[in-house]
T-cell receptor, first 111, second 111 residues
Framework: RKEVEQDPGPFNVPEGATVAFNCTYSNSASQSFFWYRQDCRKEPKLLMSVYSSGNEDGRFTAQLNRASQYISLLIRDSKLSDSATYLCAVNMGGGADGLTFGKGTHLIIQP | DAEITQSPRHKITETGRQVTLACHQTWNHNNMFWYRQDLGHGLRLIHYSYGVQDTNKGEVSDGYSVSRSNTEDLPLTLESAASSQTSVYFC??????????FGEGSRLTVL
């Protein structure tokens, strides 16, 4: 049973382009949603939380679509340093019992 | 600065040996978690704790145990290491807002 699913990619994108990827989740009762960034052989680092109304942090925009049960991440004006794996994370239980992660989407920004 | 530290960062052991991975945090968060990350599986929850003397099993808890004697530490023990437990292990803490903050990881190889 796939609870949190992401397209693994890789997404090869030229520098300066806009890229977006989605993440679907299976539990309609999920309450908390996050995007993490993970560089090779490093720990995941919180990129941004995803709020119901959508939220933006600089070049990054996160959206939540509860009806279709997915979250999205949009990166504008992509930089070489954006190359990484992006993990979506969902609190499936609604409490403090940890996050369920997708397997990640690999993004490569090309010069 | 508050932080989360894991040790050892790298360990090689033999099948059948007991191994303990340490996790120490100075965030003063009640919630602590252990995940493992493997190619093809992503991050999977092993055990978690809501506070002192509290421990709970996650998705892949067989062969692992944890104990929580204070707020700062959640050691993960492999009672009898198996080759299937070769992985990268991440400890994480969480404030009650749901997001996780990860340590740098412990890379374990079981021969």
């Amino acid at each position: 049973r796939k609870e949190v699913e992401q397209d693994p990619g890789p997404f090869n994108v030229p520098e300066g382009a806009t890229v977006a990827f989605n993440c679907t989740y299976s539990n309609s009762a999920s309450q908390s949603f996050f995007w993490y960034r993970q560089d090779c052989r490093k720990e995941p680092k919180l990129l941004m939380s995803v709020y119901s109304s959508g939220n933006e942090d600089g070049r990054f925009t996160a959206q939540l679509n509860r009806a279709s049960q997915y979250i999205s991440l949009l990166i504008r004006d992509s930089k070489l340093s954006d190359s990484a794996t992006y993990l979506c994370a969902v609190n499936m239980g609604g409490g403090a019992d940890g996050l369920t992660f997708g397997k990640g989407t690999h993004l490569i920004i090309q010069p | 600065d508050a932080e989360i530290t894991q040790s050892p960062r790298h360990k090689i052991t033999e099948t059948g040996r007991q191994v303990t991975l340490a996790c120490h945090q100075t965030w003063n968060h009640n919630n602590m978690f252990w995940y493992r990350q493997d190619l093809g599986h992503g991050l999977r929850l092993i055990h978690y704790s809501y506070g002192v003397q509290d421990t709970n099993k996650g998705e892949v808890s067989d062969g692992y145990s944890v104990s929580r004697s204070n707020t700062e530490d959640l050691p993960l023990t492999l009672e009898s290491a198996a080759s299937s437990q070769t992985s990268v292990y991440f400890c994480a803490t969480s404030p009650n807002t749901g997001e996780l903050f990860f340590g740098e990881g412990s890379r374990l190889t079981v021969l």
